[in-house]
């Protein structure tokens, strides 16, 4: 009988397979959902931007917030700024995206927006110091360019017709908060 234990128990032990060996620096964080400031479960908020412009934005479960908000404050203060004028926007950008920023809002000048844009797969895709990208999915295909007495406009560009994929890289400034560097798009990486 005693043999039988002994065979059972060792039978026990050796039945499961190894766990594969992590070195204690290389364990994985905790998960960003332990972590303040992140979002626990993905969310849908709409952002109303005047009567007639939203924004949807589909928030990640376990993102880092601060840094997509680094993303998302700017992509919604930039259709502010088309809507009322206001240059706000300016205060989260820096050198040339300053200046690509400024020339996007000036650009729907004489014209208004209406409809509902969507920013999804928001992803964190890399973090080195205080240096960060960013990176979503945009779906503009909802909102219509219109001109200031409501006619819909023919010089919508054709790129905003289907989701599009834009990346901000950021930079932590002395304050903590995070202002965008530069601007990456490509019209590939969005369903």
């Known amino acids: 009988m005693r043999r039988w234990l002994l065979v059972l128990l060792l039978a026990a032990g050796c039945g ?5 060996y992590t070195p204690r620096q290389a364990a994985a964080p905790p998960a960003a959902s332990e972590e303040a400031g992140a979002t626990p479960t993905p969310t849908v908020e709409t952002v109303r931007l005047g009567p007639e412009l939203s924004v949807g934005i589909d928030w990640p ?22 809507q009322t004028g206001d240059d706000g926007y300016l205060d989260r950008v820096e050198g ?3 200046a690509e920023a400024h020339a ?13 844009a969507r920013l ?8 080195v ?9 945009v ?3 909802g909102l219509r360019l219109l001109s200031r007495t409501g006619r819909e406009l023919a010089r919508q560009p054709a790129w905003t017709r289907g989701p599009y994929l834009q990346a901000v890289v950021l930079r932590r400034d002395d304050d903590g908060g995070w202002r965008v560097k530069d601007f990456r798009h490509d019209l590939k990486g969005c369903a």
Do not use: H, I, M
Request: with cysteine; charged share 25%; proline share 2%.
């Open 16 to 20: 499961q397979a190894d766990k594969p």
């Open 61 to 82: 479960a376990g993102a880092d917030l601060a840094l997509l908000k680094g993303f998302t404050d700017l992509y919604l203060d930039s259709w502010r700024a088309v």
């Open 96 to 98: 040339a995206a300053a």
């Open 104 to 116: 996007w809002v000036r650009g729907f000048r004489g014209a208004k927006v209406r409809g509902q």
């Open 120 to 127: 999804y797969a928001l992803n964190v895709r890399a973090v």
């Open 129 to 137: 110091g205080d240096g960060a990208e960013v990176g979503a999915c």
């Open 139 to 141: 779906d503009e295909s």
